[in-house]
T-cell receptor, first 111, second 114 residues
Framework: TQLLEQSPQFLSIQEGENLTVYCNSS?????LQWYRQEPGEGPVLLVT?????EVKKLKRLTFQFGDARKDSSLHITAAQPGDTGLYLC???????????FGSGTKLNVKP | DTGVSQDPRHKITKRGQNVTFRCDPI?????LYWYRQTLGQGPEFLTY????????KSRLLSDRFSAERPKGSFSTLEIQRTEQGDSAMYLC????????????FGEGSWLTVV
């Protein structure tokens, strides 16, 4: 059983649509990170959230950390083909910088 | 380029052979991590170092796997007597303890065991 469950696993949408990806756990995390990974490459950090209820925006991407610090969401507005990739959430439980990863959401944005 | 670098990027080896991967972390980072990732899955934690000390090892790291960080800078991950199930991407990451909860990944080393 994974500590972090991501949903959906796969998402295929048209350019211009909005989408939300979820990352859920029964455990509390001291921080949570979102990464984007392209095939054959390492994950690239998008954002770190540390405070319950925190909302961060990165251009068309909005990240939210749940009030109880057990879950997070990533919302993309007006998706573009360049957003295609594997989106991973990762949580640090005890400030030990040891991150547990979800299995990822594979996003495909069709032009 | 001052990011995390890994070498080699790709390795094809025959079953039973030994392989070694190297990771050079971001220079001021004192923590270094190894993860393994198979197709369709998120990275799985293998081990991490603080300076030269190996602080934790996952049970995924069988006795055929050994990791070192002799001088607290670069690290090596060796797999002995490789098996087909070892085929995966091996990711290295680094962080600096105390500057927030952020780790940075290298581009990974792909291993194919044939």
């Amino acid at each position: 059983t994974q500590l972090l469950e991501q949903s959906p696993q796969f998402l295929s949408i048209q350019e211009g649509e909005n989408l939300t990806v979820y990352c859920n756990s029964s455990s509390v995390f001291s921080s949570l990170q979102w990464y984007r990974q392209e095939p054959g490459e390492g994950p690239v950090l998008l954002v770190t959230v540390v405070t319950g209820g925190e909302v961060k925006k990165l251009k068309r991407l909005t990240f939210q950390f749940g009030d109880a610090r057990k879950d997070s969401s990533l919302h993309i507005t007006a998706a573009q083909p360049g957003d295609t990739g594997l989106y991973l959430c990762a949580g640090d439980r005890n400030n030990f910088n040891k991150f547990y990863f979800g299995s990822g959401t594979k996003l495909n944005v069709k032009p | 380029d001052t990011g995390v670098s890994q070498d080699p990027r790709h390795k094809i080896t025959k079953r039973g052979q030994n392989v070694t991967f190297r990771c050079d972390p971001i220079s001021e980072h004192n923590r270094l991590y190894w993860y393994r990732q198979t197709l369709g899955q998120g990275p799985e934690f293998l081990t991490y170092f603080q300076n030269e000390a190996q602080l934790e090892k996952s049970r995924l790291l069988s006795d055929r796997f050994s990791a070192e960080r002799p001088k607290g800078s670069f690290s090596t991950l060796e797999i002995q007597r490789t098996e087909q199930g070892d085929s995966a991407m091996y990711l290295c990451a680094s962080s600096f303890q105390g500057t927030g909860n952020t780790i940075y990944f290298g581009e990974g080393s792909w291993l194919t065991v044939v």
